[in-house]
Nanobody, 121 residues
């Protein structure tokens, strides 16, 4: 089995910063992509940012220029640096990984439990 452990969420005032961390553990051969998604109350879960094993990144328009995703492949860890946080960023942030347990195997997904980010005005 594979699981994700997230940390770094918390309460911050508008304009502040947080850095989220997510580490994958278990039967992992490699991870093609890791990313962050978020879900605010009453809204659908949405993509925040993703990063591939070779460093290609993708960001939601709402966070471009403010958030930065990075990855430490050796540690199977992905980070999300959140700068200039705003109340609209308040949500549960979920880590996601697309991984293989065996060479030449199919990629499958796993989700973290979520970490809450609350941004006050």
């Amino acid at each position: 089995q594979v699981w994700l452990v997230e940390s770094g969420g918390g309460l911050v005032q508008a304009g502040g910063s947080l850095k989220l961390s997510c580490t994958a553990s278990g039967s992992i051969f490699d991870i093609n992509e890791m990313g962050w998604y978020r879900q605010a109350p009453g809204l659908q879960r949405e993509l925040v940012a993703t990063i591939t094993s070779i460093g290609w990144t993708n960001y939601a328009n709402s966070v471009k220029g403010r958030f930065a995703i990075s990855r430490d492949n050796a540690k199977n860890t992905v980070y999300l640096q959140q700068n200039f946080l705003q109340p609209e960023d308040t949500a549960v942030y979920y880590c996601n990984a697309k991984y293989r347990e065996r060479a030449a195997g199919a990629f499958v997904e796993v989700w973290g439990q979520g970490t809450l980010v609350t941004v006050s005005s």
